[in-house]
């Protein structure tokens, strides 16, 4: 059995050091969930180990409160409370921020009051670290699902209440050894109901044990019920208004700067609009990650500001942010966004092509070969005929039949027949007029560029086919006054490969490149080359630092 590569030495340490530098960034976060986590584990175990009438004392200077006092079950339901809390401090929930800051603030005053000062040490300094990390803790809940699962609540713990006192009313004398009057049964199915239990209740029967038992399940589903709506993120809405895809499409075509501007408007896509309505931000979210599409669109001297409104509000809701392919990179430093290069950008100049390149010995054999053997190239115009939907449509589901092929998204678009319907269509026919080969051009918001989409063939085409089509192409759209033209992405070109590269880049060098598959990406690179273009280096901006790139690069697969 072949062994897995060896990852080079240098991946391990500048790994460790990402992960001490994501440790030095939410350490508070961390420590002060761990310190409520440690608050409520401690009573959970002090009941299962610790007998209250021989040690009355043990762990009392390091109790958040004295749950000794009240009983064995309400100990360990605080200290599971507790723990609940901690997992939400965690995720940096506000309500939980709260919470902690009731229980813990009634702790210190029961300790200062009825007990000895220093048993408030341990919640004096669990309330110190909440108050000073509070800005931390910023993730709001949703105040119509808060509504919404209290009333849940309220009906399930009314209709549980006259569930009780109807049952114990009307149970035979025989499950319980004596009858209930009206007050007796409302007593016992409260005592019961919130698990303060009725320990002085022999069962007498199977019936009975199961009755008591499914008003403790009652008493559960309402608490469920309270802490499935506090601790609820703030939804979000992913269907898009018309009204609101027609304004971000109209600030787009008065602002619109980037080559990917055409798919922030794409059915896949959530928006964010600033206060003024004048600039918004193309988004999708998947596992709690926020991408979005390069920069917000909108007047430049208010980008900033769209910007750091949009990471407020994404933090309020929970998320953490990744900008895919933006430019202006001065923005997301001064809000302390990090930066990742994930590749370089192709960009042919036509001027350099149409003269130069075109007239290299592989570019001229490439065209002599075509034309000598009877292959037409035709652009196409929309409308297109179904007769051409057709054909192109058969040419796609034949491309994507091959294996390791698939339709991706957010940065580009999949095969539809309403979308090609409506962009020009590069198709090449062999000399009996069968379709073999087809690109589709878009629109790029970048003033002379020409751009496209899909390419897709069928399997049998000669060699050079694409080379082809795309040289064929931009001859064309240099004719007609374009300046540049756009070979799309290739990523992890030039990744980590400059000695003052940082840590995060030079990271993921060393492990792309311990990766078998990252020779298809380098292929993609050399499939460029030959056209001479330009590089231009292309970005992700990201919170979190490296933790948070994990999140992003465990959530990324799910977007594109």
């Known amino acids: 059995m072949d062994s897995l590569p060896t990852p080079p030495p240098g991946l391990a340490v500048t790994w460790r050091r990402l992960l001490w530098e994501a440790i030095k960034r939410e350490w508070p976060?961390?420590?002060?969930?761990?310190?409520?986590?440690?608050?409520?584990?401690?009573p959970i175990f002090q009941t299962l180990l610790t007998r209250f009438r021989e040690h009355p004392v043990l762990f009392n200077t390091v109790l958040p409160f004295g749950a000794f006092h009240v009983g064995r079950s309400l100990t360990v339901a605080i200290g599971f409370v507790l723990v609940y809390l901690s997992f939400?401090?965690?995720?940096?929930?506000?309500v939980a921020w709260w919470l902690a800051i009731v229980s813990l603030s009634l702790a210190l005053i029961t300790h200062l009051v009825f007990q000895h000062w220093y048993e408030a040490l341990a919640p004096a300094v669990a309330l110190a670290l909440l108050v000073i990390f509070r800005k931390r803790f910023s993730v709001r809940t949703e105040r119509q699902s808060i509504t919404r699962g209290l009333a849940l609540s309220i009906f399930v713990v009314v209709f549980a209440i006259v569930y009780g006192v109807v049952g114990f009313s009307f149970l035979d004398y025989r499950d319980f050894g004596f009858d209930f009057s009206f007050g007796e049964a409302l007593y016992r199915t409260l005592r019961q109901l919130f698990f303060v239990q009725n320990t002085d209740l022999v069962t007498h029967s199977r019936y009975a044990r199961w009755f008591l038992d499914s008003l403790n399940v009652m008493g559960g589903l309402a608490l469920a019920f309270v802490a499935y709506s506090i601790f609820r993120p703030v939804v979000y809405r992913l269907q898009v208004l018309p009204r609101e895809a027609a304004e971000a499409r109209a600030i787009l075509a008065k602002y619109g700067r980037s080559s990917y501007d055409y798919f922030k408007v794409w059915p896949d896509k959530s928006y964010f609009f600033s206060d003024t309505r004048k600039s918004f931000v193309s988004y999708k979210t998947v596992l709690s990650v926020v991408f979005s599409l390069g920069d917000p669109v909108g007047p430049e001297d208010e980008l900033e500001k769209t910007t750091s409104s949009f990471l407020r509000y994404c933090s309020d809701n929970g998320w953490l942010v990744?900008?895919?392919?933006?430019?202006?990179?001065?923005?997301?430093?001064?809000?302390?966004?990090?930066?990742?290069?994930?590749?370089?950008?192709?960009?042919?100049?036509?001027?350099?092509?149409?003269?130069?390149t075109i007239n290299t010995k592989y570019f001229r054999k490439i065209k002599r070969r075509f034309e000598t053997r009877g292959y037409k190239l035709v652009r196409y115009k929309p409308p297109h005929s179904a007769t051409l939907l057709d054909e192109v449509e058969e040419v796609s589901k034949r491309w994507l039949s091959e294996p390791g092929r698939r339709e991706f998204g957010f940065i580009q678009g999949s095969f539809s027949r309403g979308y090609v319907a409506t962009t020009p269509l590069v198709v090449l026919r062999d000399s009996t007029g069968r379709p073999l080969a087809f690109v589709n051009e878009i629109p790029s918001y970048r003033p002379g560029e020409?751009?496209?989409?899909?390419?897709?063939?069928?399997?049998?085409?000669?060699?050079g086919t694409m080379d082809y089509i795309f040289t064929e192409l931009m001859l064309a759209l240099k004719q007609e006054g374009y300046r540049s033209f756009d070979l799309g992405l290739a990523p992890f070109a030039g990744v980590g490969e400059r000695p003052e590269a940082p840590m995060g880049e030079r990271a993921v060098h060393l492990l792309f490149n311990t990766l078998f598959w990252f020779v298809s990406y380098k292929g993609m690179r050399n499939y460029k080359v030959k056209f001479e273009p330009n590089w231009e280096d292309r970005f992700i901006v990201y919170q979190g630092g490296p933790i948070g790139l994990v999140r992003i690069a465990l959530a990324i697969g799910r977007v594109l």
Not at 29 to 42: D, M, P, Y
Not at 88 to 94: D, E, G, I, T, V
Not at 455 to 461: D, I, S
């Open 88 to 94: 939400h401090l965690l995720q940096r929930r506000r």
């Open 450 to 463: 020409g751009n496209f989409d899909m390419m897709r063939h069928v399997a049998e085409v000669p060699p």
């Open 29 to 42: 976060v961390w420590f002060t969930s761990l310190v409520i986590l440690a608050n409520g584990l401690l």
């Open 322 to 356: 990744a900008f895919l392919i933006p430019d202006m990179l001065p923005i997301y430093e001064r809000l302390g966004l990090s930066e990742l290069k994930i590749g370089k950008e192709a960009i042919v100049d036509l001027d350099h092509f149409s003269s130069d």
